[in-house]
Every structure is written in structure tokens, then in C-alpha cells.
């Protein structure tokens, strides 16, 4: 019923932003990202619509940093195939490729064997943060430690296998 409404509200919306603006806001490519903030934006105010990845990279000078890295971390709740759609780990995975760098995606569920979609990416290894079988919602609160452990574990492997300098 939810889903229904929302779409009889889009519809509506849509039909109202075409009939007084001339936009049709339906055949905006990535117009329903961020709950449809985009093509509303577009739609009513005739901004011009930027992938977010591409706008942060910007920003923080994402490309330099990954150039000068040594090695990557990422992550997101759950790497699926929308991970790869232009959303942060995805697009991370693909600065590193572009610069030959490791990159470690952490999340609450990964897949259960690698794709050619994930190398084929950049990834370089995939680690779930659970360290045992638990629901979603207790992943989800504890996700923050549960995170830490993870990554201090794949870090002391990845520290013990460099040379050391003294």
C-alpha cells in the first residue's frame, strides 16, 4: 500500500512538474537517488544533476589521495551489486584499479564467493565485520565495535606481512 501511495504521489508530482516547468522528471537517469531529491531539485528548480561520488571525490581530492596511498579501505552494510552502480565503494575500487592499489571493503554482509563484477572492480579483499551469527539488528548496533575488530585484525595481517624499517 506504501509503495502503491508513493508512486500514485510521484505520478502526481511528476504530471504537475511537466505541465508547469516543461521537465519530465520520470526519464531523469538517477533522478530517484537520495529519495527523489534529484529530480524534485531538477524538476522545480532546473538544477543540473551531478553523481554524488563524483562531486565528493571532487571536493576532497579523493583521486590525488588514493594516488599517494598505500593501501584502501571502504565499506557499506552490505556489498551486492548496487555497491558497483556508483555508489562509494564501487567507485573507491575503481580509483584503486586506475592506480594499481589494494583496496579492503569491510561490510555487515558480503557475498558468498567473489563475482568477476567485484575483481573485475578492484576489489582486492571483502571481509564481513560479524564475528559470529547474529540478526540484522544486533549487527546493527553493533556495528561500530564489531568494525573496529575487523579492522584492526586485517590490519595487524597487513602490517606483519611489510618490511620493517628501522
Do not use: H, W
Given at each position: 500500500?506504501?509503495?502503491?501511495?508513493?508512486?500514485?504521489?510521484?505520478?502526481?508530482?511528476?504530471?504537475?512538474?511537466?505541465?508547469?516547468?516543461?521537465?519530465?522528471?520520470?526519464?531523469?537517469?538517477?533522478?530517484?537517488?537520495?529519495?527523489?531529491?534529484?529530480?524534485?531539485?531538477?524538476?522545480?528548480?532546473?538544477?543540473?544533476?551531478?553523481?554524488?561520488?563524483?562531486?565528493?571525490?571532487?571536493?576532497?581530492?579523493?583521486?590525488?589521495?588514493?594516488?599517494?596511498?598505500d593501501l584502501i579501505l571502504t565499506g557499506e552494510g552490505s556489498l551486492d551489486e548496487t555497491s558497483f552502480?556508483?555508489?562509494?565503494?564501487?567507485?573507491?575500487?575503481?580509483?584503486?584499479?586506475?592506480?594499481?592499489?589494494?583496496?579492503?571493503?569491510?561490510?555487515?554482509?558480503?557475498?558468498?564467493?567473489?563475482?568477476?563484477?567485484?575483481?573485475?572492480?578492484?576489489?582486492?579483499?571483502?571481509?564481513?565485520?560479524?564475528?559470529?551469527?547474529?540478526?540484522?539488528?544486533?549487527?546493527?548496533?553493533?556495528?561500530?565495535?564489531?568494525?573496529?575488530?575487523?579492522?584492526?585484525?586485517?590490519?595487524?595481517?597487513?602490517?606483519?606481512?611489510?618490511?620493517?624499517?628501522?
Amino acid at each position: 500500500m506504501r509503495l502503491f501511495l508513493s508512486l500514485v504521489l510521484f505520478c502526481s508530482l511528476a504530471d504537475v512538474i511537466l505541465k508547469n516547468f516543461g521537465r519530465d522528471i520520470r526519464v531523469l537517469s538517477c533522478g530517484g537517488a537520495a529519495g527523489g531529491f534529484a529530480a524534485g531539485f531538477y524538476g522545480l528548480l532546473n538544477c543540473r544533476i551531478r553523481p554524488g561520488f563524483e562531486l565528493i571525490s571532487e571536493t576532497l581530492g579523493l583521486e590525488e589521495t588514493v594516488k599517494n596511498c598505500d593501501l584502501i579501505l571502504t565499506g557499506e552494510g552490505s556489498l551486492d551489486e548496487t555497491s558497483f552502480k556508483g555508489k562509494v565503494p564501487g567507485c573507491v575500487a575503481e580509483l584503486c584499479k586506475r592506480y594499481s592499489k589494494p583496496c579492503i571493503f569491510f561490510g555487515g554482509r558480503v557475498p558468498e564467493q567473489r563475482t568477476d563484477e567485484i575483481t573485475n572492480a578492484g576489489m582486492t579483499a571483502m571481509f564481513s565485520i560479524s564475528n559470529r551469527p547474529m540478526s540484522l539488528q544486533e549487527s546493527q548496533r553493533k556495528a561500530s565495535i564489531l568494525l573496529k575488530n575487523k579492522v584492526e585484525e586485517v590490519l595487524r595481517v597487513y602490517l606483519s606481512s611489510r618490511p620493517r624499517f628501522s
